[in-house]
């Protein structure tokens, strides 16, 4: 059982920074990737970021590409979301989600554990 918490969530203006976090329990080889994902309301979930623990290989969603950072740290078994010039339309609870699929998938249905979420907002 992997426990994924999310962290690092608030309130900030637009054009303003917020670094999540996502600690995980325990790091298996059996969920080697870890995603982003986010969920305005009255919106279905949507994909954010993601990364592999062993080779650093990253994706993005093009909503958020040169703008938000995904990076992990193995020894703290965390990963993290950088991210910058954000808009009011980032506004949603972002969530953090681990995968035994290699492919970085951008569908939420393909992640297996998920933490319970962290509320950005970005106000105008």
């Known amino acids: 059982q992997v426990q994924l918490v999310e962290s690092g969530g608030g309130l900030v203006q637009a054009g303003g920074s917020l670094r999540l976090s996502c600690a995980a329990s325990a790091r298996t080889f059996a969920k080697p990737n870890m995603g982003w994902f986010r969920q305005a309301p009255g919106k279905e979930r949507e994909f954010v970021a993601a990364i592999s623990w062993s080779g650093g290989r990253t994706k993005y969603a093009n909503s958020v590409d040169e703008r938000f950072t995904i990076s992990g740290d193995n020894a703290k078994n965390t990963v993290y979301l950088q991210m910058n010039s954000l808009k009011p339309e980032d506004t949603a609870v972002y969530y953090c989600?681990?995968?035994?699929?290699?492919?970085?998938?951008?569908?939420?249905?393909?992640?297996?554990?998920w933490g319970q979420g962290t509320q950005v907002t970005v106000s105008s």
């Open positions: 989600a681990a995968t035994s699929d290699w492919g970085l998938p951008i569908i939420s249905s393909e992640y297996d554990y």
